[in-house]
């Protein structure tokens, strides 16, 4: 080989390789403007518009609820003019108290953008996931298609013999009409995904492919790795608790505006002209005495929201830590039932059986057809379970926590890389 000759392989290696690694690029980019789509949506944008509002208002509550100035004449004489001013002060336990649960009422809005974010963000991921199995389920039931078609063919050509069955050319029918129903539905279901991606990726081809999602592999890596101990609050979690604070806040402030206070200073000032200023000059208060009475009600239905809110955050902790638990159990049974069929596949290897009866004519045509149906199903059935381990693996994500952690990942890449 000249050197000529060697520069132009090199070249020829370097732009296949520049072109696939661009086309993975692109895909992994798809992916990620699907997932990035969820900050978009409509829901999230109104829990986002609804937290900034909550966090950019002044909810504070001013050392005087109100100042009241009054004026009286006496004897219709202008000169004669009799002055009050009163001021109505807030009492320091209530202005906290109000502080303090409008700080819960912030707070809990910011917990529920975030639950929401993880939600559209669940949805996305579904999306993805849905697409490329369905894709690749519709690859292969076409190959059991065209499978069955020649099973049938076969079939046909052996009536005359003694040996056939008509049982077994109905059931070949059957098969077929069923595979072709069955190929109908996810065409129907793949064009369905396909219009939802296209209104995220506008005038863009979908490149999604299988290979680009995380392995079962590095799901089980990470599962194993995991740290049992350290637990993540949920963001359903934080909005739960942040509405138990909250009717907590709202009972004291409530408790506080009932309490034995500072009603009310005055000073009062009437014009007598014989009269000294201290005669005409008077300083008055009042106090706030609370009585049992709708304010009581009030905070008795209060109490009641406490508790319930508190039952509700309980149950879901409780719920969202089972159904972690049961997730991790599947997850783990399902990824060992792939191991062992790959192997199985890799083993049994029906294929290279398939290739050899081939070259040799040492087989049925029945015995192909059976090697190849063989072949296929398993090949469908490890697709199946790999479908169930991504969702479930999503399933997991999603009680666990992470997917609602900041900074936000794209859990579908195996390097787990930030969504910028």
Known sequence: MTMKQSLNYTILAAVLILTSFGSFAQSNSDISKVLKSAFKENNVKFKSEKSYQLSSLDYSVPLLEKVEVR???NDFDLRQQDLTVRVSPNNSSSRKAHRLYHESVEYMAEMELNTEIMK?????????????????KLDVQKKKNMVAKDKLKLLKRMISLTSFDIVDLIEAEDELYELQREI???ENSLAQLTFELNKILVGQEITLEVEELISVQ???ELIL????????SHPEEEVL????????????????????SLGFLQASYGYKPDEPFRNTFSLGFGFDIPTKGSSGLELNEIKVDIIDAQNEYQNRVEELELSKQNNRARLLSLIRMYELLSLQIEEGNAEHALQEYSKHGVATPQALIRLKELSINNEFLLIE???DILKIYLDYIYVTGDMGRKPYQNFLDTQLTFLH
């Open 71 to 73: 004026s009286e004449t």
């Open 120 to 136: 559209a963000l669940f949805s996305k991921y579904i999306l993805i996931k849905e697409y490329v199995f369905a894709k690749e």
């Open 184 to 186: 109908q539905d996810t």
């Open 218 to 220: 590095r799901i089980k």
């Open 225 to 232: 790795s995991e740290n049992k101990t350290k637990r993540i």
């Open 241 to 260: 608790s942040a509405r138990h604070y909250n009717a907590m806040m709202e009972h004291d402030w409530e408790k506080s505006k009932n309490k034995f």
């Open 385 to 387: 379970i790999w479908s």
